[in-house]
């Protein structure tokens, strides 16, 4: 698949099948990655491939971090919660949660590390669609608890900022018309 119609045609895919991924698919992803601008050099970007049981271990910091927020529920309901967090970490055989390793240097450099790690990503999505893998890359509250970087080892100032679900499309893409380039663009001549 050529560059321009990989960036036309990937959508994100929420419904991925259980099929396991095959290791040398997710280290292309990576390989992609990591490709990304970087205006430092300083290769920011972390990340951590959780399959199998480890997706559990992610299951269970979403709900502690979910639970925490809830405040006082009925057992029922934080029971609820609780396998609703987990589920959502056991629906894509592969999850790979990335993180910017932030400098204590001026904030200038630290907002052009996240910018590297965001482009880090989008490479990855890219790669994923072009090797026919479906993705989808989750944020959200829980993403930015104190709580999930520590279960990865890290601490600030580094900031986790996607959750990258990968696997088998099981779904269609999803069709959507983007408002042309035309209308949010300004030319300065």
Do not use: C
């Not at 809830?70 to 959502?88: I, S």
């Not at 993180?99 to 890219?126: D, F, G, W, Y």
């Amino acid at each position: 698949m050529d560059v321009w119609q990989a960036i036309r045609t990937r959508r994100s895919i929420g419904k991925v099948k259980p099929d396991p991924v095959e290791r040398h698919l997710i280290e292309q992803l990576l390989d992609a990655a990591v490709r990304a601008p970087d205006h430092f050099g300083s290769e920011p970007w972390r990340f951590f491939v959780i399959t199998g049981e480890g997706r559990r271990v992610l299951g269970n910091v979403l709900a502690e971090i979910v639970l925490e927020k809830a405040g006082d529920l009925a057992e029922e309901e934080k029971e609820r919660l609780r396998r609703q967090q987990e589920a959502r970490a056991l629906r894509a055989p592969v999850v790979i949660a990335v993180a910017a390793v932030l400098s204590e240097e001026p904030p200038i450099k630290r907002k052009e590390e996240l910018a590297a790690t965001h482009a880090a990503v989008q490479n990855m999505l890219l790669a994923a669609h072009g090797l026919g893998l479906g993705t989808i890359w989750r944020t959200g509250e829980p993403l930015y608890h104190p709580r999930m970087l520590e279960a990865f080892g890290l601490r600030p100032p580094a900031e986790m900022v996607a959750l990258v679900y990968v696997g088998y499309p099981d779904m269609p893409p999803p069709s959507f018309k983007r408002i042309s380039y035309a209308e949010k663009t300004v030319w300065l001549s």
